[in-house]
């Protein structure tokens, strides 16, 4: 087993071939946990220094390294083959601040001076080696800049350690086989669970999961289930393991659980809410909803920033719509979003971003902006992009580089992904952040500059894969009512998707 004989015990067969761009690894991210929380982050709109350690594909630090064309972006990665991909996407979107170096992290660690404002860990801690974590704790340590801010995600013990028993049986399966091919120790091990229910049933929160990954891709599945060393953790027990590299715990990476206590009802508020440890709260929230996975962030020597400070910058946010639906949703919340709906300026902003892209200082314009005190607007924005309503970013709203790099970047990702099962992740050049769209989008996007009949468009991919067409999530095989099903898609589509996209700066 190469893996063994790597010494890493992170599975190296094949390399990792998930392309995503992780939202809370993005600059505007971490902006906004620092906002929000009144902690001081990197300046983004200055020169800084970003490093992606275990970059994968490097389709998170490439789309960033596209919109902050300030930034200077390093992805390292031990796979070469996985390098050479995200160099090929470095090249393809014309992007002259970003470098791939094939390396270990304890080889980048030995041979490399370069300080960083952010270094970024997705998909590594929990899935690595306890020695492999040291080595990643010694570049926090010495290559992260003081005020640098830690990107990280975690399985969470809280709703993942239920798997560990049938991860140690895939071990034993693929320790009594050790030449099995992955393809076929997956249907083993799928059918191993189907034939032995108990294994399920005593596992009842990891059972969504371990049914998810027997029936994805062989590839996904290696990487996030068949190395020796993957092993949950809590949120308490990486902060510890952190605090070693001078790391304090900043926030949530997930606006949902940033404040983990405000959007959940009576008597899980109250249960969250009697802890005052952010730590601790978060612990709290975990055990209660069976957190299965986490993003995090942390600081090294976090710095307040004043109640002025924390003014302005909400004032300079820029936001953009990406779903109008929920825009309206919200009106009818109840709780903790009925209250935040009724602010002074929630409604206002709301208003505002229909006509297009602002910041919330411009949406309230006109208005008696000095009556409405900063919470307000704190828990507007946050309540925005906890429905899903918005996007924000940081700096200029439409600066003419920027949508250029996001134009090209999108356009080389969009030829990577043309797949009826995945969803293709772009970047935004107004709020300088991901946008996900489904193969209908790109399709449709496609069909504005080319020629092309979006349905038989569709219809191929679909043959290509073998994928089932369906019509209102029902298998079908009559391909007439699968096309017409389509052609109403496609015909609403200008109304349905595109305004957000265009909000977004993903079309013009
Ligand atoms: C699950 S993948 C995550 C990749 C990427 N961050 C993403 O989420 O798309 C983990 C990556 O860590 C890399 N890796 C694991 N151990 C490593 C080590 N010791 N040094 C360098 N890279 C390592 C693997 O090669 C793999 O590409």
Not at 89 to 118: P, Y
Not at 160 to 186: G, I, T
Not at 195 to 215: C, D, G, V, Y
Not at 358 to 365: D, K, P, Q, V
Request: glycine content about 6%; some cysteine; proline content about 5%.
């Amino acid at each position: 087993m190469s893996e063994v004989s790597s010494g890493h015990a992170y599975f190296t067969e094949t390399d990792y071939e998930v392309f995503n761009i992780f939202p809370g690894m993005c600059p505007a991210a971490i902006r906004f946990a620092g906002l929000m929380t009144g902690i001081k982050t990197p300046d983004f709109e200055q020169s800084f220094d970003f490093l992606d350690l275990g970059c994968g594909q490097g389709f998170a630090s490439n789309a960033y390294a596209a919109v902050y064309p300030s930034g200077r972006f390093v992805g390292v990665d031990m796979a070469e083959g996985a390098i050479l991909g995200a160099r090929k996407l470095a090249e393809e979107a014309g992007l002259n601040n970003i470098r791939f170096e094939v390396a270990t992290f304890a080889d980048f660690a030995r041979n490399t001076t370069q300080k960083f404002d952010v270094i970024g860990l997705h998909g590594i801690w929990t899935w690595v080696g306890m020695d492999v974590r040291e080595d990643a704790l010694e570049i926090l340590r010495t290559l992260l800049k003081p005020g640098g801010v830690v990107y990280i995600s975690t399985n969470s013990a809280y709703g993942r350690d239920q798997a560990k028993p049938a991860h140690a049986l895939l071990m034993a399966m693929r320790r009594a086989k050790p030449d099995e091919d992955v393809a076929d120790l997956m249907k083993r091990f799928g059918d191993t669970l189907k034939q032995n229910p108990t294994i399920l049933e005593n596992a009842p929160r990891a059972k969504a999961f371990l049914e998810f990954l027997i029936n994805g891709s062989a590839n996904f599945f290696s990487h996030e289930y068949l190395s020796s060393a993957w092993s949950p953790v809590s949120l308490a027990d990486l902060a510890a393991d952190l605090a070693r590299a001078d790391l304090s715990f900043l926030a949530s990476a997930n606006p949902w659980t940033l404040n983990p206590s405000q959007f959940i009802n009576e008597p899980h508020r109250s249960f969250v809410e009697a802890f005052s440890d952010p730590i601790d709260r978060a612990t709290a929230y975990d055990a209660l909803m069976g957190t299965e996975f986490r993003t995090d962030l942390f600081i090294k020597g976090p710095q307040v920033i004043t109640p002025e400070e924390q003014r302005q910058m909400v004032l300079a946010t820029p936001l953009a719509f990406k779903n109008k639906s929920r825009l309206q949703l919200v009106k009818d919340g109840r709780g903790e979003v009925a209250r935040i709906a009724a602010n002074a300026s929630y409604s206002l902003i709301c208003e505002r971003l229909l006509q297009g892209p602002c910041t919330i200082g411009e949406a309230l314009s006109g208005t008696e902006l000095e009556a409405i005190d900063t919470q307000d607007l704190l828990d507007s924005l946050h309540l925005l992009k906890v429905v899903g309503a918005v996007s924000s970013g940081i700096g200029a709203i439409d600066d003419p580089e920027i949508r250029a790099r996001a134009q090209r970047f999108n356009a080389a990702a969009l030829a990577v992904h043309a797949s009826l099962n995945g969803t293709t992740p772009l970047i935004s050049p107004v709020c300088r952040g991901p946008v996900t769209v489904s193969i209908i989008d790109s399709i449709a996007i496609r069909a504005e500059k080319e020629p092309i009949d979006p349905v038989a468009t569709l219809l191929k991919v679909a043959a290509k894969e073998r994928v089932s067409l369906q019509v209102d999530g029902v298998a079908v095989e009559d391909a007439e009512a699968v096309a017409k099903s389509y052609r109403r898609t496609f015909a609403a589509w200008p109304l349905v998707r595109r305004p957000a996209l265009a909000s977004l700066g993903v079309l013009s």
